[in-house]
C-alpha cells in the first residue's frame, strides 16, 4: 500500500475515503476509543452535539478527504519533490487518526481545512514577487482556523517569521495577514462578544491513561524514528536541492516549531495532549521524505506499517 501511495499513480486518492470509512466501522464497533475525547467549543459558540451523528460521519469523512487532497495537492506542486507522489495524504490519516477528533466532524477537522489552506498561501510566497495577496489570504485562512481552534491565534508571529524568510521587508505585507485574521474575528464577535477569554484556555483534552504505557511508549518510538529519518533525508537533499526547495523546507520547519510550542505548552499548561494535533498537518509535509528517495526502503516501511497497526489496536483498549 505504501509503494502505491508513494507513486504518481493519482488513482490512489480513491482509497482515501475507503481508509476513512474503514476507521469510522472500527469505531461502530469499539467506541471506547471515542470516550477518550473532551472537545472546547468554537468561538461561533456553536456545538455539533444536537447533530445526528451519522450525519457528522459523513461530514467527517467529507471534510478529511478534503484535508488530505488539499495538502497533497500543496505538496505536489510546490516542489517537495521532484515527482507527484500521493504518501503525504497517507501520512496525514494516519496521525490524524491518533485523535478521536477524527472520528467525526469536529472543530478539530474543520480547523485543519483552515490551517492546510494557510500553509498553502504561505507556501505561494516567492521572493521577487509581489506577495500581498497570499499574506492577506494566508491571514483570513488563520483566521477561519482560528474560530474553531483558538490556539492557532499562537501562530501570527510565525506566519510573519515565515514572510520575513521568504521576502524583503515590506510593511503591507505584515499588515494584510493581521487585517484578514480581524475580519473574521470581527465577524466572530457579532456573535460571541466574550470570545477572546478563550485564547489563554487549553480546554480540549484527550485522556489516553486508558493506554499501557508500552502501547504509548511504542507510538512514540515510532513517530520520532519517522521524524528523525525525515530530517536526516531532507538535510540530505539540501546540498542538491534547488533553492525554492531550501527556503520551503525553512518554512515547513518554522511551522512544526510552532506545532511543538503549542502542543508542549498545552501539555504543561492543563495537561492535555490535544494540541499536538497541529502537528498532524505539518509532519504529513515532512515524514514522506522517510520514504521516498532512499534504500534500502523496508525499515521506513515497517515504521508506517506500524503506525496502521496502531491506529487499529487503539480501538482495543
Known sequence: MIKIFASNQPFVTALIPLLIIGHMALDIFFPDFRATASLAN???????EHIDR??????GLMVL??????????FNSHEFYEKNTYLPSLIYLL?????????????FLISHTFFILCISKIYDIKQNDDARASTFLAGLFLGMAITFQPAFIYFTPFLWLCTISIRPFVIREYVL????????????????????????????????????LMFRWSLIVVLLLLIIIGYKN???RYAKSSIRFKR???????????????????LVIS?????????????????????LDIRPKWASAILIYLLLVINVVKFLY
Open 42 to 48: 468554537n468561538l461561533w459558540d456553536f456545538s455539533f
Open 95 to 107: 496521525l490524524v487518526f491518533l485523535f478521536p477528533s477524527s472520528l467525526e466532524l469536529t472543530n
Open 271 to 291: 495537561g492535555s495532549l490535544y494540541y499536538f494535533g497541529i502537528s498532524s498537518v505539518i509532519l504529513s509535509y515532512i515524514l514522506p521524505y522517510a520514504y
Open 65 to 74: 478527504s478534503l484535508n488530505a487532497f488539499i495538502l497533497n495537492r500543496t
Open 248 to 266: 520551503i523546507s525553512g518554512l515547513t520547519n518554522y511551522v512544526f516549531l510552532f506545532s511543538l510550542i503549542i502542543g508542549n505548552a498545552a
Open 234 to 236: 531532507i538535510f540530505d
Open 177 to 212: 495577514p493581521l487585517l484578514g485574521i480581524l475580519i473574521v474575528l470581527a465577524w466572530v464577535f457579532l456573535v460571541n462578544p466574550d470570545f477572546y477569554e478563550t485564547f489563554l484556555k487549553f480546554d480540549s483534552s484527550i485522556n489516553y491513561s486508558d493506554f499501557d
Open 54 to 59: 451519522w450525519f457528522l460521519r459523513l461530514g
